[in-house]
């Protein structure tokens, strides 16, 4: 099974610190994704991987920053948190070729406080 | 653009049925259902590709209309486990990126 692991279970962190949030995939999966999860919003997307040193902007982005140097893994990076990043963050991985019908596998997720 | 689900939240008593909608304003590429249980990861269902196309077993299945706006996850004879959130994502074209709607909430009582 893939398995996608994300290196923190819970984090607290004070404003204005940036934080980074990692996450490492072991089945050699393209395609990388971070989401945040917040009560009836449902799962949006921040940013997104398709290969190494390649990101494109979800539909939340600003606040956020990535990094992919290696195709395990994607980094999700937050320059100087702020109360309104606090949330849930998922990270997700899929296989090539992107959009025929390949599932999504997501981590367990990170639970940030921003105070 | 983000998929409209509904309800937002349903009560079973074990053995119940239960529908979840995703709908769309647009034709869509593809579906996917996903359900969550409390504190842990989301978890892949299955996925809709083709207009028409109904897929699952008789107790879970799911739905894809013609005209691949809309989308229904049938859960039927409920049991205890079924209990969590599920999420609908929808693909716009073949780019692998998805769009989740807000969860359905599906609580399951004895």
């Known amino acids: 099974d893939v398995k996608v692991t994300q290196s923190s279970r819970y984090l607290v962190k004070r404003t204005g610190e940036k934080v980074f949030l990692e996450c490492v995939q072991d089945m050699d999966h393209e395609n990388m994704f971070w989401y945040r999860q917040d009560p009836g919003l449902g799962l949006r997307l921040i940013y997104f991987?398709?290969?190494?040193?390649?990101?494109e902007k979800g539909d939340i982005p600003e606040g956020y920053s990535v990094s992919r140097e290696k195709k395990e893994r994607f980094s999700l990076i937050l320059e100087s948190a702020s109360t309104n990043q606090t949330s849930m963050y998922l990270c997700?991985?899929?296989?090539?070729?992107?959009?025929?019908?390949?599932?999504?596998?997501f981590g367990s997720g990170t639970r940030l406080t921003v105070v | 653009q983000q998929p409209v689900q509904s309800p937002q939240a349903v009560i079973l008593r074990e053995g119940e049925d239960a529908v979840i909608n995703c709908s769309s304003s647009?034709?869509?590429?593809?579906v996917h259902w996903y359900r969550q249980k409390h504190g842990e990861a989301p978890v892949f269902l299955m996925i809709?590709?083709?207009?028409?196309e109904q897929k699952g077993h008789e107790k879970i299945s799911a739905s894809f209309n013609e005209k691949k706006q809309q989308s229904s996850l049938y859960l039927t004879a409920s049991q205890l486990s079924y209990s969590g959130t599920y999420f609908c994502?929808?693909?716009?074209?073949?780019?692998?990126?998805?769009?989740f709607g807000q969860g359905t909430e599906l609580s399951v009582k004895p």
């Open positions: 809709l590709l083709k207009g028409g």
């Open positions: 647009k034709a869509l590429y593809s």
């Open positions: 994502g929808t693909e716009n074209n073949q780019g692998g990126k998805l769009i």
């Open positions: 991987s398709y290969d190494v040193k390649m990101k």
């Open positions: 997700a991985s899929s296989n090539y070729p992107r959009g025929t019908g390949m599932d999504y596998t």
